[in-house]
């Protein structure tokens, strides 16, 4: 029997490139490294009121998706407070509609593009707490990389590429972005 993952992010045309082969390594490491991931492309919610907006979320994901086991939605935390309360306010809402499905929520620390960058070799004057810390990683530091790796003329500037190289170096994420990968993983399978 399969286990089925859907990942929803805020806006997958881009951060599909990243989310997907960070949460297939989340559920290997939580035990099930046959696990069937997809990204969410239809609704394809653009920003994080349209995916925190619980009827949607109902309605456009949870009930159309029934085969799914396990939803997990995936925003940044743009350096903005509360966004853990939101996330928690969706689970609450969405748990009579689950039935003996999951929906988990998790904060990308600030923005999906750490996770390449946490797999790469920081360049010269980079202090990885400054990096995790900076509410605008996107367009600070992760141009840097597309632009040191030569990949920002490529679609999505290089993002697809980026983080298989950086998926090469998972440990160091996980090291890096403990938040997001091992303490998930432990969520996931406990909850399993």
């Keep these: 029997?399969?286990?089925?993952?859907?990942?929803?992010?805020?806006?997958?045309?881009?951060?599909?490139?990243?989310?997907?082969?960070?949460?297939q390594a989340v559920l290997r490491d939580a035990g099930k490294p046959k696990a069937v991931v997809t990204v969410c492309r239809n609704p394809n919610f653009q920003g994080l009121t349209e995916c925190l907006n619980v009827d949607r979320l109902r309605d456009e994901v949870v009930n159309r998706y029934k085969m799914v086991n396990l939803f997990l939605l995936i925003v940044d935390a743009d350096a903005k407070p509360g966004r853990e309360?939101?996330?928690?306010?969706?689970?609450?809402?969405?748990?009579?509609?689950?039935?003996?499905?999951?929906?988990?929520?998790?904060?990308?620390?600030?923005?999906?593009?750490i996770f390449p960058i946490a797999g790469h070799i920081l360049s010269d004057g980079w202090k990885w707490k400054e990096i995790r810390a900076d509410g605008d990683v996107k367009n600070t530091y992760f141009t840097k990389l597309a632009e040191r790796e030569n990949v920002n003329s490529l679609p999505h500037q290089g993002r697809k590429k980026l983080m298989a190289a950086a998926m090469k170096n998972w440990s160091r994420i996980c090291e890096r972005c403990p938040e997001e990968t091992t303490s998930l993983a432990q969520r996931i399978k406990t909850l399993l």
């Excluded at 928690?88 to 904060?107: I, N, P, S, W």
């Design 1 to 23: 029997m399969s286990f089925n993952v859907l990942v929803i992010p805020e806006d997958f045309t881009k951060d599909e490139h990243i989310l997907k082969p960070l949460v």
């Design 85 to 113: 309360q939101a996330l928690a306010h969706v689970v609450k809402k969405l748990e009579c509609d689950l039935g003996d499905r999951l929906f988990l929520t998790e904060m990308a620390r600030q923005e999906v593009e």
